[in-house]
């Protein structure tokens, strides 16, 4: 039995090195996806933003393809989300290999990049917590990550949202939102981030838009979170803040209110920051829009949405010029929801164009939307 095998080993390693052979002759090549040479934005507003979802966008040529889109619907901003959770997987061991890649072809396309930093890894913090929970007692870790961020991309990305929503319980570790604990939170992320590049420019907030009651364990009101975040001695640790600005049924004139929720409410966020002597500081548009999903109860039609959307745009630059960017939820998804989430989208999944994204190309170049 032995001599047999040792004769037949030979026909083995053949019979396996031709298996490979054919498994690799049988597999497309993958697509070489170059950078390019640099590119430029062609629009006459240049406050026009989108919110990218290449988080979880692995093909390179569909990253490309995406910021390409970006750049042809005239937008210069995008926001993009870079967790912590993914790029430090073990206490200072960072791999930045996929937000190069977004990074390198957003601004290929002459794209300004704002990283919103956030989504705490399982060593930062307690066994069976989510992953927007962590303790006072974690957040040097995550100004530690907030540090090498800065570092890396230092001349690359030059502004970054701390954390999101803290407002809400769900993106507080579904704890009670606290602004005095959100407030240290950003004193340390601020800190980092400030002594690695000055230069570096730290958005605050990023809060969700709510009607929450005093005393609410799920949320808190927004205008209510930021007053109490300058109590706390916010002022110090921000250069601009983040807001989020959803229309739901109101068009963009719709005036604000403190018991509405609707794209203006944006200008009561900054009659607080001025009452608190912040008039100087600008706001940064980092998430909403409308959603013309046929049954959702706070979608609009699909005419509204695009007319909305472009108006927006225009408010922006015509009436608001403390807003430096109007960045609109969300460009495209990697891949269906099958929710009402999918009607948010500029693209569809396989890069079809929604009218809402013609549209905004058009105005962008100048023409009738």
Not at 37 to 49: A, F, L, S
Not at 64 to 73: A, H, P, Y
Not at 139 to 167: C, L, M, Q, S, T
Not at 318 to 342: G, I, N, Q
Request: hydrophobic share 45%.
């Amino acid at each position: 039995m032995i001599h047999r095998f040792r004769v037949a080993w030979p026909w083995v390693w053949r019979g396996m090195w031709l298996a490979v052979i054919l498994a690799f002759l049988g597999t497309p090549p993958r697509p070489l996806v170059t950078i390019g040479p640099p590119q430029e934005v062609h629009t006459i507003n240049p406050k026009i933003g989108v919110h990218t979802r290449l988080t979880d966008e692995v093909e390179p040529w569909k990253i490309k393809r995406t910021l390409q889109m970006v750049r042809e619907m005239g937008a210069p901003w995008i926001v993009e989300y870079f967790p912590w959770a993914y790029y430090e997987p073990s206490p200072g061991r960072f791999d930045w290999s996929h937000p190069d890649l977004v990074v390198d072809h957003a601004r290929a396309q002459g794209l300004t990049v704002i990283a919103r930093l956030g989504y705490v890894p399982e060593w930062a913090r307690p066994r069976d917590t989510v992953s927007s929970y962590l303790d006072p007692e974690g957040y040097d870790a995550f100004g530690d990550f907030v540090a090498a961020f800065v570092a890396h991309f230092k001349g690359r990305v030059r502004h970054i949202i701390i954390w999101n929503e803290p407002n809400l319980s769900l993106e507080w570790g579904k704890r009670p939102p606290d602004p005095a604990g959100y407030t240290e939170l950003l004193r340390v992320a601020y800190t980092r981030a400030k002594a690695v590049d000055p230069e570096v420019q730290v958005l605050a907030g990023a809060l969700a838009p709510t009607l929450a009651p005093p005393g609410h364990p799920e949320a808190m009101d927004d205008l209510e979170y930021l007053q109490r975040m300058y109590d706390a001695g916010a002022a110090a640790y921000f250069d601009a803040l983040a807001a989020h600005s959803y229309g739901w049924h109101f068009p963009p004139d719709e005036p604000a209110a403190p018991d509405v929720i609707n794209f203006a409410r944006v200008e009561l966020l900054r009659e607080i920051m001025v009452r608190n002597g912040d008039a100087e500081k600008p706001i940064y548009i980092t998430e909403g829009g409308w959603n013309d999903h046929p049954r959702w109860s706070k979608a609009v039609r699909p005419a509204q949405r695009v007319a909305y959307t472009v108006r927006a745009y225009q408010k922006a630059a015509e009436e608001w010029p403390w807003v430096e960017a109007v960045c609109l939820w969300a460009f495209r998804f990697p891949w269906p929801t099958h929710t009402y989430l999918d009607y948010f989208a500029f693209v569809s999944t396989d890069f079809t164009p929604r009218p809402v994204y013609l549209a905004v190309q058009r105005y962008a170049q100048g023409e009738a939307p």
